[in-house]
């Protein structure tokens, strides 16, 4: 298991921007596959991008293509999720997730698979309003 904590969430407008950070203290990331999800309220919980930990390929559900970005920085032991042009339907509480499995971001669709291997964080909360 790996202890993750997030931070930077917040309230932003719509078309704003925020920068997720996910660390993970006492453990190296670079070794994990990292994943963003988000759950909004009523909603299941979704796949939002991952980061492997190999080649640090990366993989974006369809919602947010284009418009977020997952990022490492090995020195700050930290993965980043830059989120843009943010929408009211971007609201959610945001979760980062590791896992050492081999290849785990193709089943970024699959959320109980992170579940069940995955080590999660507390989440950060996001609210996109005017």
């Known amino acids: 298991q790996v202890q993750l904590v997030e931070s930077g969430g917040g309230l932003v407008q719509p078309g704003g921007s925020l920068r997720l950070s996910c660390a993970a203290p006492?453990?190296?990331?670079?070794?994990?596959?990292v994943a963003w999800f988000r759950e909004a309220p009523g909603k299941e919980r979704e796949g939002v991008s991952c980061i492997s930990s190999s080649d640090t390929s990366t993989y974006y559900g369809d919602s947010v293509k284009g418009r977020f970005t997952i990022s490492r920085d090995s020195a700050k032991n930290t993965v980043y999720l830059q989120m843009t042009n943010l929408n009211p339907e971007d609201t959610a509480v945001y979760f980062c997730?590791?896992?050492?499995?081999?290849?785990?971001?193709?089943?970024?669709?699959?959320?109980?698979?992170?579940?069940?291997?995955?080590?999660w964080g507390r989440g950060t909360p996001v609210t996109v309003s005017s």
């Open positions: 997730t590791a896992m050492g499995a081999p290849s785990p971001c193709a089943y970024l669709g699959n959320t109980y698979y992170w579940i069940d291997f995955g080590s």
């Open positions: 006492g453990s190296t990331l670079d070794y994990y596959a």
